[in-house]
């Protein structure tokens, strides 16, 4: 779960991380007051679960509160990135000296927590990582026995001698962060040195693993303030990994590597997928239903290719799903269905049997992806024929 | 030969006696693998359909010399199963259990490598030496016995695949399904060595998927020290690119994680990549 800036910015000060005054607006007015507040000049940042603010006009400098208001209003009518934005975090300007780059994260390969700090900050680090390699010092971070006094002395060994001090103070504290919140990113872009001489983070990019947010309530409350699409909702309720996607194909199949494969069959059969949706193992003949109304509910699709391969999951619960769901969907596009593995025979007996009309087999996943596809283009309203 | 199990395997299952536990423990036994013992704490004395439980995995490995564990325990008590099989000198884990943090996971990792035991997983199906023993989760009916090694990270995908090559009268070695979190035991490199060590296998089918960098540090083995003929496949090509919120995971993998990206790896290694799982069969009896 990736947080607001300003969330993963709460949960710094709860851990001793000096910041700037800074307060969250929901509205131009709740931002022109609050740089009012601040003396009038302030950072008006956009607050989005993703990257890319500064270069792509998320953060204004704002020299008076009516600029704040300006910037702000903006961002509530424009959003950023394609999503909605409902709040926006109004900062205090500090006089910077200089910025840097700090980051604790997973290092996959490793199998481990990496700590990072680049002295050189701003926002192509990526950049700096392939032209300057140097510049970017890492170590791996055993949880079992913490980020060591040594490891932070060669972090910071690299940056300005004005620099290291606060630096040195500051990553013990993110890496208390990553691990008192189960965080799999804590990221400090820039980190800043200021005048004064004092370190501090000017951005946080906080991730928290889905995996532990039953065991860190606090944080798993904060995902009332995200945005909601109704119909992900719905389906994540029922337990579907469901994501919208822009083409006519919908798209239904058990597991995540066999559901992208039915992407990529569908796409190189020539359609667009309407959407991801994985209905997990062991599915039940109401969660097949469910996952019908959920894939059907998009007005964008003409027609569904279910794609089913039976471990724990039984072909003829699958089958007896659809069925069912046919009686309660009204749906008037073919769905191809194409089941394999246990029990599978079965279930395409019961399909043949019922003779629905909309139902239509396939034998193997690519029959199925051209069948489905062909169909998509023969629409119901006769538009796309 | 196969790698990591056989008809020698003496398997152990930790939480026999939950639903899921107990459902494959069984299955697994039916295909023929040698089902030794169960632990379930507070169920020591009790048996499964025969099997025994015991309060411990020490107890259970004293009883019955089990010397491969499969563990079916909730996700908060899967690190602990682990220490606890590792403990007792058990030398395979197979961890099927999903949704566990990630903390608990580098922590488990880390001790792991201080031991004997291996770790396969977690949230992995298993694995399947057709003909000699399964342990998991994964369908042993589609599996035929021969000479194909497979490790995949994904489940059904896996089936899938296997599947395929089972229709076109390919057999396998061994399937090994490493499971798709970010953090876990045996990965395509690790998998890569002991295929290329085993007599029985021929050649190796890889399964990967968009994230991470496992496909990239396969491609670079395989280039450098695999003689045997390896087919990739890499599921997401037409997956939409994720929003990111960093650069952090970008500098550490050097990679942007998509399927492109891995195709071109392998392909760059030498490593015939088939489009989708038909083609993937189709190139393996190529």
Redesign the interface.
């Known amino acids: 779960m990736?947080l607001y800036e300003h969330q993963g910015k709460e949960i710094f000060a709860h851990h001793g991380i000096s910041l700037p005054p800074a307060a969250v607006a929901e509205t131009p007015e709740e931002a022109r007051r609050a740089a009012e507040r601040f003396g009038g000049r302030a950072a008006v940042k956009v607050q989005v679960?993703?990257?890319?603010r500064g270069k792509g006009g998320g953060i204004v400098l704002a020299r008076s509160p009516e600029e704040a208001e300006e910037a702000a209003r903006g961002m509530f009518e424009r959003g950023f990135?394609g999503m909605a934005v409902t709040r926006v975090l109004v900062e205090s300007l500090v006089e910077i000296a200089s910025e840097f780059y700090a980051?604790?994260?997973?290092?996959?390969?490793r199998?481990?927590?990496?700590a990072?700090v680049s002295s050189k900050g701003g926002v192509d680090?990526?950049e700096i990582?392939r032209t300057d390699p140097d510049a970017?010092r890492?170590v791996p971070v055993?949880?079992?026995i913490g980020l060591k006094a040594y490891q932070v002395r060669y972090l910071t060994g690299h940056l300005p001698e004005e620099a290291r001090r606060g630096t040195a103070s500051l990553l013990p504290k993110l890496y208390d962060v990553l691990?008192a919140s189960?965080a799999?990113?804590v990221?400090v872009?820039p980190m800043a040195l200021l005048r004064d001489g004092s370190v501090i983070p000017l951005d946080a990019?906080v991730?928290v693993?889905d995996?532990?947010l039953?065991?860190q309530p606090e944080v798993a409350a904060l995902r009332s303030s995200f945005p909601v699409d109704p119909t992900q909702a719905r389906a994540n309720e029922k337990g579907l990994q469901y994501v919208k996607?822009d083409g006519e194909v919908g798209i239904i199949?058990?597991?995540?590597?066999?559901v992208?494969?039915t992407?990529?069959?569908?796409?190189?059969a020539g359609g667009r997928?309407a959407n991801?949706l994985d209905v997990g193992?062991g599915a039940s003949a109401e969660m097949m239903a469910t996952s019908l109304e959920v894939v059907l509910s998009d007005p964008a699709v003409r027609s569904v290719m279910v794609n089913i391969?039976?471990?724990?999951t039984r072909g003829e619960v699958v089958a007896r799903g659809l069925l069912d769901a046919l009686e309660r969907v009204d749906a008037d596009m073919p769905i191809v269905v194409r089941l394999?593995?246990?029990n599978a025979e079965e279930g395409r007996r019961i399909l043949k049997e019922a003779a629905n009309p909309r139902i239509v087999p396939a034998s193997?996943?690519?029959e199925a992806a051209d069948r489905a596809v062909e169909l998509a283009r023969i629409s119901p309203d006769g538009v796309h024929g | 030969m196969s790698i990591l199990i056989d008809e020698t395997t003496r398997l152990l299952v930790q939480g026999i006696t939950g639903k899921e536990g107990a459902f494959h423990t069984l299955r697994n036994r039916a295909y023929g693998t040698n089902v030794v013992a169960g632990v379930t704490p507070g169920k020591g004395g009790q048996d499964v359909d025969g099997i025994p439980v015991y309060e411990t995995v020490a107890e259970a490995v004293d009883a019955t010399g089990a010397d491969t564990s499969l563990i079916f325990v909730p996700a908060r008590f899967a690190a602990d199963a682990l220490y606890e099989a590792a403990g007792s000198g058990l030398e395979l884990l197979v961890l099927v259990t999903e949704g566990i943090p990630v903390l608990d996971m580098v922590s488990a990792v880390g001790y792991l490598r201080g031991t004997s035991s291996v770790l396969l997983g977690g949230n992995c199906p298993g694995l399947i030496s057709p003909g000699k023993a399964n342990v998991g989760i994964i369908p042993g009916e589609i599996c035929m016995r021969g000479s194909v090694g497979l490790i995949s990270r994904s489940g059904t995908l896996t089936y899938q695949i296997v599947h395929e090559l089972t229709q076109r009268g390919i057999g396998q070695s061994t399937c090994v399904g490493m499971g798709g979190d970010p953090v876990h035991g045996i990965g395509f490199v690790d998998a890569l060595r002991r295929f290329e060590a085993d007599p029985e296998t021929e050649s190796v089918v890889v399964i990967g998927e968009i994230g991470g960098s496992d496909e990239e540090q396969a491609a670079a083995f395989i280039s450098q020290e695999m003689t045997k003929p390896v087919v990739a496949y890499v599921a997401g090509l037409s997956a939409p690119a994720g929003k990111r919120m960093g650069h952090a995971g970008a500098i550490v993998t050097g990679s942007s994680g998509t399927a492109r990206a891995k195709v071109d790896a392998f392909e760059a290694a030498g490593v015939r990549v088939g489009r989708n799982p038909t083609e993937v069969a189709a190139l393996v009896a190529a």
Do not use: C, H, W
């Open positions: 990736d679960q993703i990257g890319g990135g980051a604790l994260t997973l290092d996959r390969s199998g481990t927590y990496i990072m680090v990526e990582a970017i890492r055993d949880p079992r691990i189960d799999t990113l990221e872009n990019k991730t693993d995996n532990a039953s065991r996607l199949g058990n597991g995540a590597g066999l992208m494969s992407l990529d069959v569908v796409t190189q997928p991801f193992g391969f039976g471990g724990i394999d593995g246990t193997t996943m690519l």
